[in-house]
T-cell receptor, first 111, second 115 residues
Framework: QKEVEQNSGPLSVPEGAIASLNCTYS??????FFWYRQYSGKSPELIMF????GDKEDGRFTAQLNKASQYVSLLIRDSQPSDSATYLC???????????FGSGTRLSIRP | GAVVSQHPSWVICKSGTSVKIECRSL??????MFWYRQFPKQSLMLMAT?????????EQGVEKDKFLINHASLTLSTLTVTSAHPEDSSFYIC???????????FGQGTRLTVV
């Protein structure tokens, strides 16, 4: 079992719709979770982080965390073509203080 | 967000030579720095974790004698790829964080090509 799992996609969403990205993780003791966006050939940039169960909203982005199910998701409302990128889920493994990334989900917003 | 500067952004070297990549946190003290490698169309693979003043912790399968990591200060970590070979060609990215639960910020990445 991979430590952090994501559907590789591509996920195609029409412009203006909601894009939903999902991630599961294996370390039950993990406390911190992150979503990064990476454009081709560029370094990842942090979109959101979440520590507590429930929802966290920031502009068009909402992160959702369910520790019991070991599941974290990212919703993007009013999707724009500029949102087309690879989205990486990352988990801070508290036992070893290291951040592990999922394989990423490629998102494509079609006009 | 915090700024992490990585240098150089790209480098081409001959097989058998060594290359040093620098990672600096510009406006915060990085207690922990991570080094990742990313091959085309793949995700970031953690190579090692370094804490200031301590030896780096390498992930399984990463040769510590080949990838030398130094984290001598709270603002600087270096990765030296020794005796580079073409299969070491990749995108190397550092990230830095401070504290236990805080997010990590990434450098711009270094694209290494070994010819």
């Amino acid at each position: 079992q991979k430590e952090v799992e994501q559907n590789s996609g591509p996920l195609s969403v029409p412009e203006g719709a909601i894009a939903s990205l999902n991630c599961t993780y294996s370390d039950r003791g993990s406390q911190s979770f992150f979503w990064y966006r990476q454009y081709s050939g560029k370094s990842p940039e942090l979109i959101m982080f979440i520590y507590s169960n429930g929802d966290k909203e920031d502009g068009r982005f909402t992160a959702q965390l369910n520790k019991a199910s070991q599941y974290v998701s990212l919703l993007i409302r009013d999707s724009q073509p500029s949102d087309s990128a690879t989205y990486l889920c990352a988990v801070l493994y508290s036992s070893a203080s290291k951040i592990i990334f999922g394989s990423g989900t490629r998102l494509s917003i079609r006009p | 967000g915090a700024v992490v500067s990585q240098h150089p952004s790209w480098v081409i070297c001959k097989s058998g030579t060594s290359v040093k990549i620098e990672c600096r946190s510009l406006d915060f003290q990085a207690t922990t720095m991570f080094w990742y490698r990313q091959f085309p169309k793949q995700s970031l693979m953690l190579m090692a974790t370094s804490n200031e003043g301590s030896k780096a912790t390498y992930e399984q399968g990463v040769e510590k004698d080949k990838f030398l990591i130094n984290h001598a200060s709270l603002t600087l970590s270096t990765l030296t790829v020794t005796s580079a070979h073409p299969e070491d060609s990749s995108f190397y990215i550092c990230s830095a964080k401070t504290g236990v639960k805080t997010e990590a910020f990434f450098g711009q990445g270094t694209r290494l090509t070994v010819v």
